[in-house]
C-alpha cells in the first residue's frame, strides 16, 4: 500500500510540475525610444510590469545622436542655460539608463543595437563599453559559454533560451551588416537550434525589418550586403520552420509606426513563402507615415506608442498582441519631470 502511495505522489508531483512548466508566460518587446522615449518609456514599463512579463526586448535606436531628443533638451534646458551639442552627445546613453531602463526596476532587459548607436561619434565599440551590464547578463553569459566554452567576447548579437523557446537578437545597424561573423555564428545557433528537440520555438529580433518586407524602403533592402545577408537569414528561418517543424517569428523596430504581417509580399509569396514579422517601432520616436502598401499586412498603425506583448502557450506557439500606450498612462513622478506642455506635445505632435 505504502508502495501505491508512493507511485501516486510521484505521478500527481510530476503531472503537477509539467502543467507548472506549461503554463502560459508573457515578454515584451519595442524599440525607437529617442525624441520623447524618457516620457513614453516609463510607461511602457509599467505597462509590461502589469502584463507580469518575464522580460523586455529593446531592438535599438535609444537616442537621436544627430540631434536634440526633445525630451533630453527639456530638462538640460530647464534653468536657462544654453546646451551644446557635445554636452548632449556625452550625456545621452547615461540619459537612456536613467530615463527609460532603470523604469522596469528588477525585469531582464534585452538591449539591441540601432542605426542611430552608430552615428558618429558614436560607435559599436563604445556602444559594447556602456552597456556592457546588459550585454553580459548571468543568463546571457552562460549562453554564451554554453554555446562555446572559450567565447568570452562581448558583441552586439546573442542569444538566450527559455521554456522551449530560443531568443536571437541580431545586429544589423549599419550598412555592412549581417557580416560574415554573424552569418557564421547564427548560422550555428540556428543549426542548434533545429536539431534540438527541446527547442520548439525561435524568435529573431533586429532593428531593421528583413529585405522585400512591405516596409522594405527603409529596411534591410537599403544596402546590397544588407538585402544578400537579410534574404539569407529569411530563406535560412524558412527552413527551420517549414524543415525543421520549429515555430518561428520575426520581430524589428526601425520603421516608426506598428505593423502585423510585414513579409506579405509579393517577393516572399513567390520566394518560399510568407514569415511571421512584426514592426513595433513605437517606443517614442517621432512617428511616420505607413507605406504604399501597408493594406497588405493584417494590421498596422501610425502615429502611436506602444510595445507588443508575446505570450508563449503551452504548446510554444506564440500570441503577439499590440499594447498601445496613451497620454493619461505617462506616470505623474514623469509629467512633473519633464513638464504637463512637453508630454503633450509628444502624443498631440512629434510626428511626420
Not at 245 to 272: I, P, Q
Not at 318 to 326: L, V
Not at 329 to 348: K, T
Request: hydrophobic fraction near 40%; include cysteine; charge should be negative.
Amino acid at each position: 500500500m505504502f508502495r501505491q502511495f508512493a507511485l501516486a505522489l510521484l505521478l500527481c508531483t510530476a503531472l503537477s510540475l509539467t502543467a507548472q512548466a506549461q503554463q502560459p508566460w508573457n515578454f515584451a518587446v519595442s524599440g525607437d525610444s529617442r525624441n520623447c522615449g524618457d516620457v513614453v518609456m516609463p510607461a511602457i514599463a509599467a505597462g509590461v510590469q502589469h502584463n507580469e512579463a518575464a522580460f523586455y526586448w529593446h531592438l535599438g535606436d535609444l537616442r537621436a545622436i544627430y540631434d536634440f531628443d526633445q525630451d533630453f533638451k527639456q530638462l538640460a534646458t530647464a534653468g536657462g542655460a544654453p546646451l551644446r551639442i557635445i554636452d548632449y552627445e556625452n550625456r545621452a546613453w547615461d540619459d537612456f539608463i536613467e530615463n527609460q531602463i532603470s523604469p522596469f526596476g528588477n525585469m531582464p532587459f534585452f538591449l539591441g543595437i540601432g542605426n542611430h548607436e552608430t552615428i558618429p561619434p558614436k560607435t559599436r565599440t563604445e556602444f559594447v563599453v556602456q552597456f556592457a551590464d546588459w550585454l553580459d547578463t548571468p543568463e546571457l553569459q552562460q549562453q554564451r559559454l554554453k554555446d562555446n566554452p572559450k567565447d568570452h567576447r562581448l558583441r552586439t548579437y546573442y542569444h538566450w533560451q527559455r521554456g522551449g523557446v530560443d531568443f536571437i537578437n541580431l545586429d544589423n545597424a549599419s550598412p555592412d551588416q549581417f557580416d560574415k561573423d554573424q552569418m557564421a555564428w547564427f548560422e550555428s545557433v540556428l543549426k542548434a537550434d533545429t536539431g534540438d528537440p527541446s527547442i520548439h520555438t525561435i524568435v529573431v529580433g533586429m532593428h531593421e525589418s528583413l529585405p522585400d518586407s512591405i516596409s522594405k524602403g527603409h529596411s534591410m533592402s537599403e544596402s546590397a550586403q544588407g538585402e544578400t545577408s537579410g534574404r539569407r537569414v529569411y530563406s535560412q528561418l524558412l527552413g527551420a520552420q517549414n524543415n525543421a517543424h520549429k515555430n518561428v517569428y520575426v520581430l524589428a523596430s526601425h520603421s516608426h509606426f506598428f505593423m502585423d504581417g510585414v513579409y506579405n509580399t509579393e517577393y516572399w509569396r513567390s520566394n518560399g513563402g510568407v514569415l511571421p514579422g512584426w514592426i513595433v517601432g513605437t517606443a517614442g520616436a517621432v512617428r511616420r507615415a505607413l507605406p504604399p502598401a501597408a493594406g497588405d499586412a493584417k494590421a498596422a498603425k501610425t502615429n502611436v506608442y506602444g510595445y507588443l506583448l508575446g505570450t508563449v502557450n503551452s504548446d510554444r506557439t506564440i500570441e503577439f498582441r499590440f499594447q498601445q500606450i496613451d497620454e493619461k498612462d505617462v506616470p505623474p513622478e514623469v509629467v512633473i519631470r519633464f513638464g504637463q506642455s512637453l508630454v503633450h506635445d509628444c502624443f498631440a505632435a512629434n510626428r511626420q
